[in-house]
């Protein structure tokens, strides 16, 4: 996997959840906090399914706590993180 | 009768006794404090006007509030139908249409659904709810108010043709009874509360109430979340989805469960293989119900009775199964056929278009549209469904819904929406669409689905095909 850039991976997922989340709502922003936002525990499986097939993982249930979930931006690291390993 | 009875008796047992904690925050409501807070909702709607026969949605979040609120409708004589917060603006207006519903009390970060300016609750668990009139004189059918109605249910998805269940407070009071003599709920018991109350309340919080037990209500829904609140908080009862357990599985080793007595699993069916991990990392098996939104809980295996895990149990005393062949003749134990139900806690009728039970049962029985056997031990055995229904993560919709919504969108001649197995998520829903000469963007098509539907039914993949496969009959293949 090429080296990925945190900004870029941020600014997808965001785009992701405003497109196919958030359509009929406020659109969120990087650092939102989703859970804020209105993200319930379906729309954070659709982010799962998202990430899986863009990032080719799927984020473990140990992993799935606040600092990796939080905003689009603390996801963001931790794909960054995950992927730099593999 | 009316349900909220089943309250005030919890009451005047239990008064001084916690009846909702959540477990976030770590607030309370004593029986007492539930009973006068569904007093203020239910003196607010009778205020209003709100007369026995009404249509009333209730829109609130899984919160505490929920419960009073949901009691407080019941006891002004409403018939409450729940509008779930996961559902889209659309899916909501089309509850509204199909029940031609009379009024909504809504939380105070409701989307506002059109109306005049409502009343507000004043103080307590329920402050600054709003009650508002949509269309106060909108007429039920004639036979609906002889029928004692107290919800009217949708399932997570919708069919095209029969909406709204309609429940008497007498049928739900009936489920309450069947399913409280095998789960045997008493004020001993702490239950973990993890579901949505909007598809939930009607029969199973009316059970917990009734026994006086304490529901912990749990937000946080994440694996590691509901295992550390077991452990923390020592339920007695949980019942959750497959993908709760399943995902609570996955975390690997850890103390057994010993607070619990029962483990059900409800929403979808349960792979036996996580059945079984479930009960080696946490030492307690889990139990599974046959569920029906038109029919409650006939059938349930406690995972305790020796019956092989894969079934969903033996009929709960107040029902009968059955398993008919495709002509309606009773079939011979272990014969594959069509399950059918019957019993005191069937539905009343389907409200959009309106239909009696009378008109759709066959003496009486309910033909559910699953498939399964019943074995020599008289255990229930499902095997596929007719219906062309598709889970997602323990919600239910149907496929042909997702297909409108995207044959509505500019430059769309027809769809296919199917699944594909997916191992988190059971199932997850693709489509294949053919384009008529204007063509259409995809990431275009994918926003207007996910503006209209509920996003666990937005197909995650979109393919472009030449045609459609459909049955020699012209029905789409799935």
């Known amino acids: 996997m090429s080296r990925l850039d945190p900004e870029e991976v941020a600014r997808a997922v965001t785009a992701f959840i405003n497109t196919t989340i958030m359509a009929r709502s406020h659109p969120v922003q990087p650092d939102d906090d989703l859970e804020l936002a209105g993200l319930d525990s379906m ?3 659709k982010v799962l399914l998202f990430i899986e097939a863009q990032f080719g993982f799927w984020m473990p249930d140990e992993d799935l706590v606040e600092e990796n979930i ?3 931006r603390a996801m963001a690291a931790y794909i960054c993180r995950r992927g730099s390993q593999s | 009768m009316n349900l ?3 309250l005030y008796s919890s009451v005047e047992r239990h008064s001084s006794r916690r009846a909702l904690t959540d477990v976030r925050s770590g607030r309370s409501l004593s029986y007492g404090q539930l009973a006068r807070e569904t007093q203020r909702v239910a003196a607010l709607l009778k205020t209003e006007g709100v007369e026995r026969g009404q249509r009333i949605g209730l829109l609130a979040p899984n919160d505490l509030a929920y419960v009073p609120a949901a009691f407080g409708l019941l006891a002004a004589g409403a018939c409450m139908v729940p509008l779930a917060s996961n559902l889209t603006p659309a899916e909501t207006a089309e509850i509204v249409r199909d029940v031609q519903l009379n009024g ?4 105070p970060k409701a989307d506002v659904l059109p109306g005049a300016s409502g009343a507000v609750v004043q103080g307590g668990e329920c402050d600054n709810f709003t009650f508002r009139w949509l269309d106060r004189d909108a007429e039920a059918p004639a036979e609906f108010d002889s029928l004692n109605p107290a919800f009217i249910r949708f399932t997570s998805g919708t069919t095209a043709r029969s909406k709204g269940v309609v429940l008497s407070h007498e049928a739900t009071a009936a489920r309450v009874e069947a399913a409280d003599r095998v789960l045997a709920f008493s004020e001993e018991d702490r239950i973990l509360w993890v579901l949505p109350l909007a598809y939930h309340f009607a029969v199973t919080i009316v059970a917990y109430v009734r026994a006086g037990t304490h529901i912990l209500m749990c937000p946080d829904t994440l694996p590691r979340a509901m295992v550390d609140a077991v452990q923390r908080l020592k339920p007695s009862v949980l019942y959750a989805a497959p993908l709760h357990f399943e995902r609570m599985a996955n975390l690997g080793p850890s103390e057994p469960l010993t607070s619990i ?11 036996p293989a996580v059945m079984d991990r479930f009960e080696s990392v946490y030492g307690v098996p889990i139990g599974q119900a046959y569920g029906i939104i038109e029919a409650g809980l006939p059938c349930i295996n406690l995972g305790t009775e020796g019956l092989p895990s894969t079934s969903v149990g033996r009929p709960v005393p107040g029902y009968e199964v059955a398993v008919l062949s495709d002509d309606g003749k009773r079939l ?4 594959l056929g069509e399950i059918a139900v019957r019993g005191d806690g069937l539905f009343s009728a389907y409200y959009s278009p309106w239909q009696l039970r009378e008109q759709i049962t066959r003496d009486g029985w309910f033909l559910t549209g699953d498939l399964g056997w019943l074995d020599q031990a008289g255990a229930l055995h499902l095997k596929g469904r007719k219906k062309t229904v598709m889970f997602v993560a323990g919600l239910k919709f149907f496929p042909e819904e997702v297909e409108d919504c995207i044959n509505q969108f500019r430059g769309v001649k027809e769809s296919r929406v199917f699944s594909r197995p997916h191992a988190r998520m059971g199932e997850v829903p693709c489509a294949e669409v053919v384009l ?7 990431d275009a098509l994918k926003t207007h689905c996910a503006r209209l ?3 666990y039914k937005v197909p995650l993949e979109f393919t472009v095909v030449d045609a459609v496969p459909r049955t020699p009959s012209g029905k789409i293949r799935r």
């Open chain 1, 43 to 45: 729309a954070l499986l």
């Open chain 1, 70 to 72: 939080k905003t689009p």
């Open chain 2, 4 to 6: 909220v009875e089943l």
């Open chain 2, 104 to 107: 909504c009390l809504a939380w």
């Open chain 2, 261 to 271: 007595r029962v483990i059900l699993s409800t929403a979808a069916p349960i792979s």
């Open chain 2, 332 to 335: 011979s134990t272990e014969d």
């Open chain 2, 436 to 442: 008529d000469s204007r063509g259409c963007d995809l």
């Open chain 2, 453 to 455: 539907l509920s996003s």
